[in-house]
């Protein structure tokens, strides 16, 4: 069973009291494919759209998570390590087919969970991991999550991305996503122990929309 880091861990009454305060407050979850579309082409938008990520594949996320949102309606996007498909602890192949029927989207989370500065093996971390995970899936895969938000500052890794990739996502405290940043979408980590009143106060609209 794999150790979830303290600071990233949310207990469920945590996350359901989040959720609840989305739905409250009028945010709309989207899937991480129509704000890429959003922003490269154009397309239409809910008020106050969010796109809600879960790195790694914890089975947290298939046993707790999962079902939370679908009490709201929610959808999500997983971002996946290839190398993890199989493993205890983790979420497998049968569980994120169903999260994909249920509207959610995967994304690659690198082959082995790598800090891909220091990886002698950038092609396969890179793109071996998508092929594994649709094969695996019988779905396309098109955006990667930075492990531990490093990479970015590389021309080198960003080729490789952009080169198998439509978009990218990274950490970050803005919420403006732009072409600029496509290839490095702005994330807001939620920490250990925050209520829905934190997770608002770092969030443009906290209050419903009647307000």
Excluded: C
Aim: glycine fraction near 8%.
């Amino acid at each position: 069973m794999p150790e979830v880091a303290k600071e990233t861990f949310v207990s469920p009454d945590d996350f359901h009291a989040q959720m609840q305060a989305l739905k409250d407050w009028g945010y709309t979850p989207i899937p991480i494919s129509l704000l890429i579309q959003a922003i490269t082409v154009g397309a239409p938008l809910p008020d106050r759209p969010v796109v809600i990520t879960f790195d790694d594949g914890d089975i947290s996320i298939y046993t707790t998570a999962f079902p939370i949102m679908k009490e709201f309606g929610f959808v999500g996007v997983n971002y996946i390590v290839g190398n993890r498909l199989a493993s205890d602890g983790f979420i497998n192949t049968a569980q994120l087919k169903e999260t994909i029927a249920a509207g959610w989207e995967v994304g690659s989370h690198s082959m082995t969970h790598t800090d891909l500065t220091l990886s002698p093996n950038l092609d396969w971390e890179i793109f071996q991991s998508r092929v594994d995970l649709e094969n695996a899936l019988g779905v396309e895969v098109t955006t990667f999550a930075f492990p531990f938000g490093l990479g970015n500052e590389s021309e080198n890794i960003m080729n490789k991305i952009r080169a198998h990739y439509s978009a990218a996502v990274g950490l970050g405290a803005s919420v403006d996503q732009a072409p600029g940043n496509q290839y490095y979408l702005w994330r807001r980590p939620v920490k250990y122990g925050w209520d829905a009143a934190t997770l608002g106060s770092y969030l443009p609209w906290n209050t419903p929309r009647s307000q």
